[in-house]
């Protein structure tokens, strides 16, 4: 599905990601941890082409990105949902078109997947915030809405960018419980959080990998998580 071999990344002059080679499986379930500033954000922007690697290549479902035109990566893109850090909005726009904007760029805005709109707000539990404005939303109601608007184009794959950062632990347990029911529907999931305790909960529940930054390398984290 996602495919990094040999990559490497440089930024400001200095290499910050070296010589990665890793598959992230149709249906597998990640974590990705490091310290701050290991470069776990640019390894998710790798993994969806927001970033082109200086030196190696990655490849997503079978396509080399770098052999790709804009409208190739774009349109490989919709098949991956990203759930980004900030969890940025349009304000003067309410939490249902927020989360539809996917489908108006893709041009994918059709009676069928405003249907579909509904109910993945109610499956996240929003049906009743579809009106609000997003400075209207707790934290937790903004990282649902957030991955509502990752999910409303149906991905393959699921990339989260420390979604639990903002909120507390039983909302966390929360947005966990939606990832791993996506993730039992056959999407793959990769989570990128510093939150051990986090990783721990999950790995009773799914089979999971990993992922650890250090010296500029992903590396498969040991039993001490």
Sequence with gaps: MISFEQVAYSYGGGELLSDITL??????????TGPSGAGKTTFLKLCYAALTPTAGQVTLFGQPVGDMDRDGVAHLRRRIGVVHQDCQFLDHLSVAENVALPLIVSGQDTPA?????????????????????????????????????????????????????????????????????????????????????????????????????????????????
């Design 23 to 32: 598959d992230l499986a149709p249906g597998s379930f990640h974590f990705l």
């Design 113 to 225: 997947a405003r249907q579909d709109l509904e109910e993945l707000l109610s499956w996240v539990g929003l049906a009743r915030r579809a009106r609000a404005l997003p400075p209207e939303l707790s934290g937790g109601e903004r990282q649902r809405a957030a991955l509502a608007r990752a999910l409303i184009v149906q991905p393959d794959a699921i990339l989260a960018d420390e979604p639990t950062g903002n909120v507390d632990w039983e909302m966390s347990q929360r947005l966990m419980t939606l990832l791993l029911e996506l993730n039992r529907m056959g999407r793959a999931v990769m989570i990128a959080t510093h939150d051990l305790s986090l990783i721990r909960a999950a790995k009773s529940q799914v089979q999971t990998r990993v992922l650890r930054i250090a010296r500029r390398r992903v590396q498969l984290a040991g039993a001490d998580l």
